[in-house]
């Protein structure tokens, strides 16, 4: 099983604090549950559907490919 399959959105999302602790065990803690109690703070993964998702910019996305032009 890979990571994606495991953890599911909250790998790829902005809003993900990823927490390791000393025994090496890492936890994925959703940013969004600070502002929006509407969201748990360690969610039961893997996250499937969520309606805070937001992919979180690749750093080699940028400068190819997107140009901004809309026609
Ligand atoms: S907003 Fe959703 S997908 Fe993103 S970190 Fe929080 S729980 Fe995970």
Redesign the pocket.
Known sequence: MTARDSV???LT????RTVTNRRGSTF??????DTDPG??RY?PLP?LQ?????PRPSPEGTGRGQTGAVH
């Open positions: 599911g959105l909250c999302c902005r809003w993900v994925f803690r959703c940013g969004r549950a969201f748990p969610p996250v969520c309606r805070g998702y937001e």
